[in-house]
């Protein structure tokens, strides 16, 4: 019997969605957060999309985000020269990381004691998070008394805001970090930097190259060119393979040594694609607002349909790979089962009267005050509109 694929909308954000990541599986389930040029990205509970915070700090579009494997720690890279860390379950900011210029992508190593940035300055910035600058009156100051008089001194005559906030600053709860590492060799911005390889060596993605680092060393190991600007990347530890977006062209490679494993050409120009974990299906989105399925062994398109209002920006499939996840131009992000029907989450399957001709449709389920506030809006997908999100802090 034919099922229709019914998606979770998730609303809240104001402008366009454009990256997304979910964390691993942990004791209370799986997480997923979105970035958004409302400089406001939010984390949400991964299998049913339920709003958990907003993290509020940037002045700028935030052009990318991520979480830690125990989604204990969050990151993100903005339009205001910085990235930030925070605490995923607090909502605190924990750090500020400056930049020259618009960050466009972070990623934390396996152990969360490191962050990779990149961005428009078209430097890779390494960070270690476990080694802040001291943030204490006396390990600001310089040793002393007279220092210290000088500080009571220019606290006392302060008459311009950059000095009043160089003595707030000494109080501050964000740490402040030790100077980074940094690899040059990108001849434009990054678009995407990734740990790969055990976090012993990195991926990174400008506009028409691809290049492989050795982390120890510094040094680029390989690279690849394209004819044309690389809109994606995505790493899939199990097996070492790189997904690469480029034009309509979805391609595989090799992760350790960039080696071409094989390819697929969609309709449309894409922006995103997502390899399942156990590598059955591919699901791929773009200009033309639908999301494609492949067969990733045979190549077959499972399914097309319009997914969005506007283009997709970003794909990812959930941990355990019973969802994947868009995010697109008209500012929301919404889940789509891997198999339609299997009740999971939200779904719930609920097969129609017999000879009744309908299709079969699965329902989604929510508690009992959500629902009683939710109302049906038709689309062509018979969309759920989701709960309205509040801009508070998480």
């Known amino acids: 019997m034919a099922m229709r694929q019914t998606p979770l909308t998730c609303s809240g954000h104001t402008r366009p969605v454009v990256d997304l990541a979910f964390s691993g599986i942990t004791p209370y389930g ?9 400089g406001k990205p939010m984390l949400r509970q991964g299998d049913t999309g339920d709003w958990i915070g907003t993290f509020l700090g940037h002045k700028g579009a935030v052009w990318g985000a991520t979480l830690n494997k125990d989604a204990t720690k969050a990151a993100t890279a903005a339009a205001d020269f910085t990235a930030k860390v925070w605490d995923a379950v607090s909502g605190d900011e924990l750090m500020t990381l400056a930049h020259k210029h618009i960050v466009k992508t972070v990623d934390f190593t396996q152990d969360s004691n490191y962050l990779l940035t990149g961005g428009q300055d078209k430097l890779l910035r390494i960070y270690d998070l476990n080694k802040p600058e001291a943030e204490t009156r006396l390990e600001t100051l310089d040793d002393g008394c007279c220092n210290v008089c000088m500080v009571f001194i220019c606290v006392l005559i302060a008459v311009s805001v950059c000095a009043l906030h160089s003595a707030l600053a000494i109080h501050s709860n964000i740490m402040q970090p030790k100077k980074p590492k940094e690899i040059s060799g990108h001849t434009s911005g990054i678009k995407k930097a990734l740990w790969c390889s055990e976090d012993q060596q990195i991926l990174s993605a400008d506009d028409k190259t691809v290049r492989l680092w050795d982390h120890a060393t510094m040094t680029e190991v390989k690279s690849l060119n394209f004819n044309m600007s690389v809109s994606s990347m995505e790493y899939i530890p199990e097996g070492e393979m790189l997904v690469i977006t480029y034009g309509r062209s979805i391609a595989f490679h090799s992760a350790v040594s960039l080696d071409p494993i094989k390819s697929f050409e ?3 120009t894409i922006n995103s694609a997502s390899l399942h974990p156990e590598k059955e299906f591919l699901v791929a989105g773009g200009e033309d607002f639908k999301l494609y399925k492949y067969d990733y062994n ?10 969005h209002f506007g283009p997709i920006h970003c794909v990812r499939f959930s941990p355990d790979g019973e969802l994947y996840a868009s995010g697109s131009e008209d500012g929301t992000l919404r889940l789509w089962q891997t198999v339609v029907g299997k009740t999971y989450g939200l779904w719930k399957c609920v097969l129609p009267e017999e000879d009744s001709g309908e299709l079969a449709k699965p329902k989604i389920s929510f508690p009992e005050t959500a629902e009683e506030e939710l109302e049906e809006i038709a689309s062509e997908n018979s969309d759920s509109i989701y709960s309205s999100t509040p801009e508070v802090k998480a």
């Open 30 to 38: 799986y997480f997923l957060i979105s970035a958004c040029k409302d």
């Open 266 to 268: 969609a309709p449309a």
């Open 298 to 307: 045979s190549g077959e398109e499972l399914e097309s349909y319009k997914g």
